[in-house]
């Protein structure tokens, strides 16, 4: 499956952004997705995460509350809605999606993931 993030930009704190993972290839319901972030100097970070399914999510500590993951398989694409956003939430963010067979799983680590996106850039000024 190829995966196309986009919608990262700039935008100042306590404001939105909406980022979107558009998938291609496979059959896209049989794939849970995740959203990555890394910036620069540390460690790629799990996000949010959603089942193939699209009925179950889970958020990193650091966004629950902000941030809302969602799908529609019709479209092949999972969106990440962000709000209240925070210099910290500053990063390049990968969309990742991982063939999930017949599980219900979400999946927080990022080497279980098995395509990814290219990633887009999140700047958040002060």
């Known amino acids: 499956v190829q995966l196309q993030a986009s919608g990262g930009g700039l935008v100042q704190a306590g404001g939105s952004l909406g980022l979107s993972c558009a998938a291609s290839?496979?059959?896209?319901?049989?794939?849970?997705v995740g959203w990555f972030r890394q910036a620069p100097g540390k460690e790629r970070e799990f996000v949010a995460g959603i089942t193939r399914s699209g009925y179950t999510s889970y958020y990193a500590d650091s966004v629950k509350g902000r941030f809302t993951i969602s799908r529609d398989n019709a479209k092949n694409t999972v969106n990440l809605q962000m709000n209240s956003l925070k210099p910290e939430d500053a990063a390049v963010y990968y969309c990742?999606?991982?063939?999930?067979?017949?599980?219900?799983?979400?999946?927080?680590?990022?080497?279980?993931?098995?395509?990814w996106g290219q990633g887009t850039q999140v700047t958040v000024s002060s």
């Open positions: 290839g496979r059959t896209f319901s049989n794939y849970a």
């Open positions: 990742a999606a991982k063939n999930a067979g017949f599980s219900l799983s979400v999946y927080v680590k990022w080497r279980e993931y098995d395509y």
